[in-house]
């Protein structure tokens, strides 16, 4: 009996412990519905309009793909290398194991594993640390595995989960990795190759060991004759086929990175980080990647040529010596073996300067480059200092040395290898850009480029930096304007204003950027030549409240200075809404709500969200109309009259702030709307002469002249409601049998003028607010904050 009580006590601790283990080696382990419902970590992809990758955002990157798109030699490449009776064991060899842990006992340690596929799988799931317990957990997870999936099912996670090296997570994206194709194209040769990586991806990847990656390769072939999978011949040939390792290259990848930004961070607001990293979201936008193209070059080659007038600040490290040789072979390394591009930029270091030819010979690496003197000859004009107009012409001898490391573009490839290089000494720049392009009619955004390298600073400066708009900010005020009385040939007197301070004895005086007055002037061509004190007097007398209305109907959502300077764009605002009130002006006088995405799904086509253009009235097609007209006036006779080159009709305004802070160009041609600015992040003066229509039109015009190259002519629609009748330009009556060089004008439908010129005119109709030369009641108002801005 004293047996039987002993006997049932042992065996009941044996239970306990036994439970007791299991709950041990179970507890925590992933649950199968889990697996039954495979959601791994995959890439949130984002689309431009037409379809093409522009950004990828994700923790492992993988794209699954069913078994059925796998062919079939590199299911069997992979049975070869890891697990030859998977179709046969219940999850776990225990022949294997056998075999792995006598030589664990034997090394003292675990030096080798017997795991099938399904515990590799189960592997994936745990932590990787080595140990027994872990191999416990992962035997007792394989053999649930196997219960609750069948063979296939298996195959098809494991092959989609597993690591490759190289960032690649799944047999899909290692393809893609190592050699740029789907799997589903892969040949033997490279279905062996991706086989062999699993077990170590560093120590056997191709492109930091091909010799250890190529003997692997070897090895699984060798199995996979062995298993019969396939003949001698066929491993014979895929081992002497020579293998291209080239990553799968996508041009529209982050072709527009502050855009793409953009989006990211909207994603991680609405959805969170982890279904933005791991979900596997699919993300459309509106983004043009040509477009995108031609913003990204326009602003880096206006922003190198700004840059250049300023002068050269010297090299970026000067080397001696030893350091010459460790330099090239660095550049070298970091080339590969890849060819230069032409119109690339790289950093190369002079070898030699011939003060006779004024030319220097220049390493990239161990190719060897040329720069000409007219390459150069920007670089004659020497700056160290911080400021824009502080450089002095300095010789060739005292500017360039051996040594030197200064960037270079490619000029263009040689046609004879061992002849130089052409190329052109460049320097990044250290002012800023940026433009933003909209399509009116669609409210989407086109481009946007918020910098120029995206990679040194993420600040979007198309969308967060406030800066002072200047002159470009007048035709808001004009706008108000034409809503009020005015028409394109009312006549203003453009002379001296003075405005005393209440309280202290000063006074502001704003100026015209020329310094000179033109007396009486028309309204066009006072936008047209972008005149400071017609614009503030037609403000004084619409009145701000009625300006700051207007201006927030267009589009302008930032705080606006309740003053007079606010005719003179003193109030700062962001390029976004500068472009939205251009558009509007584009549009018909209907304001777009800019936006980027038009769709999300989820992993399984689940649509999340779903955005439609949304479109609100603001002004009048005819008084947009008649705005149209005017910015066509800046471009065809005012300051705006680089843009010509463009040869197709444009309307635009140039913009520069007080001291030479800001450049802005705003403009649209028919269907396309964008702006640009140039300006130094700590806001620093550009430098003398660096207007609006000299360091910004260029690159708003380039911008322009890449996106509509292939694109028809159009021009502007005149809506119903206006008239265009002959005045005399000098006195803005209608035009008269005397009149020299009468022009066409527009007018809302009533509002032509009724008295006509005469060769003893006067110089101004009864809609001129504005006769006197001087205010001789100065108004009293608070000082503002700018003294004066200029264009």
Request: hydrophobic fraction near 40%.
């Amino acid at each position: 009996m004293r047996l039987l009580r002993i006997s049932l006590v042992s065996l009941a601790c044996l239970f306990l412990a036994g439970l007791g283990s299991y709950y041990y080696f179970t507890r925590g382990l992933p649950s199968l519905d889990a697996l039954e419902d495979y959601r791994p970590s995959l890439i949130t992809s984002v689309y431009s309009h037409d379809g093409r990758i522009i950004g990828e955002f994700y923790i492992e990157k993988r794209v699954v793909v069913p078994l059925s798109n796998m062919p079939p030699h590199l299911i069997k490449a992979f049975l070869a290398a890891e697990d030859t009776k998977f179709f046969e064991h219940e999850g776990i060899n225990y022949t294997s194991i056998g075999r792995a842990l006598f030589k664990n006992i034997i090394a003292g340690k675990v030096v080798q594993g017997g795991s099938t596929i399904t515990q590799q799988l189960a592997k994936s799931f745990l932590s990787s640390e080595r140990s027994v317990s872990r191999k416990v957990r992962e035997a007792i997870m394989a053999y649930r595995i196997e219960k609750h999936l069948n063979k296939d099912e298996i195959l098809n996670l494991y092959l989609n989960q597993i690591y490759f090296g190289n960032g690649a997570y799944g047999v899909q994206t290692a393809a893609e990795a190592y050699f740029g194709k789907d799997v589903g194209d892969i040949d033997l040769a490279e279905s062996a190759m991706l086989a062999g990586l699993p077990k170590a991806p560093s120590k056997y990847s191709p492109h930091t060991n091909l010799e250890l990656a190529k003997k692997r390769q070897a090895f699984i072939l060798g199995r996979m004759v062995e298993e019969g999978f396939i003949t001698p011949q066929d491993a014979g040939r895929a081992m002497n086929k020579a293998l291209r390792l080239k990553p799968k290259k996508t041009d529209s990848l982050w072709v527009g990175p502050y855009f793409t930004e953009q989006v990211r961070i909207y994603l991680e607001e609405k959805y969170g980080a982890d279904e933005l990293y791991k979900g596997g979201l699919q993300v459309y936008t509106t983004l043009d990647v040509e477009m995108q193209k031609a913003a990204n070059a326009a602003l880096k080659d206006g922003l190198r040529e700004y840059d250049k007038r300023r002068g050269y600040r010297g090299p970026k490290n000067t080397l001696k010596g030893e350091e010459i040789g460790s330099f090239t072979a660095e550049v070298d390394k970091a080339l590969g073996s890849e060819p230069l591009k032409e119109g690339a930029v790289y950093q190369g270091v002079i070898t030699a300067a011939n003060p006779k030819t004024l030319a220097l010979s220049v390493d990239i690496g161990s190719r060897q480059g040329i720069i000409n003197s007219p390459d150069l000859e920007w670089a004659r004009l020497y700056n160290t200092t911080k400021d824009p107009d502080g450089g002095a012409y300095a010789d060739f001898k005292k500017i360039f040395h051996p040594g030197d490391v200064i960037d270079v573009e490619v000029k263009a490839l040689s046609d004879n290898p061992p002849a130089p290089i052409p190329l052109k000494l460049e320097q990044e720049p250290e002012a800023q850009a940026a433009i933003l392009v909209m399509e009116p009619e669609t409210v989407a955004v086109r481009a946007m480029a918020g910098g120029y390298d995206f990679s040194k600073t993420q600040f979007n400066r198309a969308v967060q930096a406030l800066r002072q708009p200047g002159s470009s900010f007048k035709p808001i005020i004009y706008t108000a304007a034409i809503d009020k009385n005015y028409t394109p040939a009312t006549v203003v007197i453009d002379s001296p204003l003075v405005f005393e301070e209440a309280m202290k004895e000063e006074q502001w005086r704003p100026r015209n950027y020329d310094e000179q007055f033109l007396g009486p002037t028309t309204v066009r061509q006072a936008l047209a030549r972008s005149r400071n004190i017609i614009t503030i007097k037609i403000l004084k007398d619409i009145g701000i409240d009625r300006a700051i209305s207007y201006a927030k109907s267009l589009g302008i959502t930032s705080p606006l200075a309740r003053d007079l300077s606010l005719a003179l764009g003193s109030s700062a605002v962001t390029l976004q809404e500068m472009t939205t009130a251009f558009a509007t002006l584009a549009n018909m006088g209907v304001r777009p709500e800019p936006f980027s995405i038009t769709k999300i799904t989820e992993r399984n086509g689940k649509v999340l969200e779903e955005n439609q253009p949304f479109l609100t009235p603001a002004i009048s097609p005819q008084t947009s109309y008649i705005m149209t007209s005017l910015l066509q006036s800046v471009i065809e006779s005012g300051t705006g009259m680089r843009a010509r080159a463009l040869g197709r009709p444009a309307a635009g305004k140039t913009g520069t702030t007080n001291n030479l802070n800001d450049a802005w160009f705003m403009g649209y041609v028919p269907g396309l709307a964008a702006g640009a600015w140039v300006g130094y992040d700590d806001e620093r003066p550009l430098g003398k002469g660096e207007t609006g229509a000299r360091a910004a039109l260029p690159i708003w015009l380039k911008f322009m002249q890449g996106a509509l190259s292939n694109t028809p002519v159009r021009d502007f629609t005149v809506p119903e409601g206006l008239e265009f009748t002959k005045i005399d330009p000098e006195t803005g009556l209608l035009a008269g049998p005397s009149t020299e060089d009468p022009v066409f004008e527009v007018f809302k439908t009533g509002t032509a003028p009724a008295e006509r010129s005469s060769a003893t005119a006067g110089k101004s109709q009864s809609s001129d607010f504005f006769m006197d030369d001087t205010d001789s009641n100065p108004i009293r108002m608070k000082k503002p904050d700018l003294n004066e801005l200029t264009d």
